[in-house]
């Protein structure tokens, strides 16, 4: 027997990552640009165990058959690796709401993937894990660095470029995620099938993987010269952008629920008085709002009182994916 625990992080995507150009192989159709969150966790030990003539898979606590066959497909690729057959007990627990839009996924697979490593031997390095994560979620590549952190589009037909890099490490550009979290109820169209339907139907598609490459050099640049109001731009466009390539596809996937809506339009009214803060939304109703951590204050009480909020959370940038 042999087991590991690994811990990883959800991150967040400033410039999005949405449609794949090969699904098989969970190649995203466009590169993105992410943030690592700090107190947000996923805490996975995965324990191989020979007497085990299958895969099994607890998450926080209950047996859970609906991911399992992700799970054991994204071992198989490490067990491969190492030459082995042997099954494994996994058991993952997330601290925030599961499958509601924060990337559960994202730091679900980067733990997985971590702590098979460890337990198997293999001592991969943090590229190669971040490959063998993208297959499993392909936001899940981006989360086995810390701070801030980009997907490379790759060219590769295998895959074997396709892997994220960290730009900037946290503590060089701090900043404060406060979400707002409007419905803790699992999403009804996941990003698997909404990116794959985006791709087949909306009339929006190509533009928006043709405009991808200005985007990430704009949101790079903005990173690199510590640029807030810039990088506060083009996050809200690629995320408003996104939302609208969802929002045109047969059937339209509406992510954005009331509260997100008027979470969006005071976040902006914060932003005109002077703050420093900006929005992004992912395949769910919850409104991330990124600021500078001395604007914390006025952002939480400016999104508490919402109605339909049903709860804060709030955590800064942090590492990437290890062994605990
Ligand atoms: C809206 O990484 O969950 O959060 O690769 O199919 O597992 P799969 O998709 P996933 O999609 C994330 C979509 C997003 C934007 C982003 O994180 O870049």
Redesign the pocket.
Request: charged fraction near 15%.
């Given at each position: 027997m042999s087991s590991a625990t690994a811990i990883a992080h959800p991150?967040?995507?400033l410039v999005?990552?949405?449609g794949?150009r090969d699904a098989a192989l969970?190649l995203?159709a466009v590169g993105?640009i992410?943030i690592t969150l700090d107190t947000l966790a996923t805490t996975t030990s995965v324990q191989f165990d020979s007497d085990l003539d299958r895969d099994t898979l607890s998450l926080d606590g209950q047996s859970s058959e609906t991911s399992l066959g992700r799970v054991s497909a994204c071992l198989d690729l490490l067990r491969a690796r190492a030459g082995v057959d042997t099954r494994a007990a996994v058991s993952t627990s997330n601290n925030f709401p599961t499958g509601a839009?924060l990337?559960s996924?994202?730091s679900g697979f980067a733990a997985l993937v971590t702590a098979a490593d460890a337990a198997l031997s293999l001592d991969l390095p943090p590229q190669t894990r971040s490959i063998l994560a993208?297959q499993?979620?392909?936001?899940?590549a981006?989360s086995i660095f810390g701070g801030y952190v980009e997907m490379h589009l790759g060219k590769a037909s295998d895959g074997s470029d396709c892997f994220a890099e960290p730009l900037l490490d946290a503590p060089d550009w701090p900043m404060t995620v406060t979400v707002a979290v409007v419905s803790k109820t699992s999403k009804k169209v996941?990003?698997?099938e909404g990116?794959e339907l985006t791709r087949h139907t909306s009339p929006y598609y190509d533009a928006w993987v043709a405009g991808q490459s200005a985007d990430l050099d704009e949101a790079r640049s903005a990173i690199e010269a510590r640029d807030f109001d810039k990088l506060a731009e083009i996050s809200e466009h690629s995320c408003l952008k996104?939302h609208a390539l969802a929002a045109a596809a047969r059937p339209g996937l509406v992510y954005l629920q009331g509260p997100t809506l008027e979470a969006m339009h005071r976040v902006r009214a914060l932003r005109a008085s002077g703050c420093g803060v900006f929005f992004t939304i992912?395949?769910g109703p919850q409104l991330k709002a990124i600021s500078l951590p001395e604007h914390r204050g006025q952002v939480t009480s400016a999104l508490a009182d919402i109605d339909g909020v049903v709860e804060i959370l709030q955590s800064g940038l942090g590492e990437g994916a290890r062994v605990v």
């Open positions: 991150n967040i995507a999005k990552y949405w794949k969970n995203p993105s992410s839009g990337a996924s994202a993208r499993g979620s392909g936001s899940a981006r996941g990003s698997t990116m996104m992912d395949a």
